[in-house]
């Protein structure tokens, strides 16, 4: 996948886990939703969910600031809200800069 810009799909990870975990397509769909279920509910509830080895998913809230139309240069006024980011553990990033070869250095 490296340099392809593909995007992974739900479709992609139940396969991969029916691959590699042995277990039926349903099971490996099924399992698949309800981990992605369970880290949409923690963020809906604003907690932090971190995997270990892979970074951390969190929830935070921004202001309301004024924006501006790119097309008219109008001011327009943007609502406080919340937004999901990532943060990537250092494995994960060390692992993403060594063309991931997955190689561990001490």
């Known amino acids: 996948m490296t340099g392809t810009g593909k995007t992974v799909t739900r479709v992609d990870l139940c396969e991969a886990v029916y691959k590699k975990v042995g277990l039926s397509r349903t099971e490996s769909s099924a399992f698949v939703e309800l981990v992605?279920?369970?880290i949409t509910d923690c963020l809906e509830k604003g907690?932090?969910?971190?995997?270990?080895s892979f970074g951390s998913f969190m929830v935070r809230k921004k202001g309301q600031r004024i924006g501006r139309n790119p097309k008219t240069?109008?001011?327009?006024?943007?609502?406080?809200?919340?937004v999901m980011v990532f943060k990537p553990s250092a494995i994960l990033k060390q692992r993403i800069n060594n063309n991931g070869s997955g190689a561990k250095t001490d």
């Open 36 to 38: 992605l279920k369970e």
């Open 47 to 52: 907690e932090t969910v971190k995997l270990s």
């Open 73 to 82: 240069g109008t001011e327009v006024p943007i609502s406080p809200r919340r």
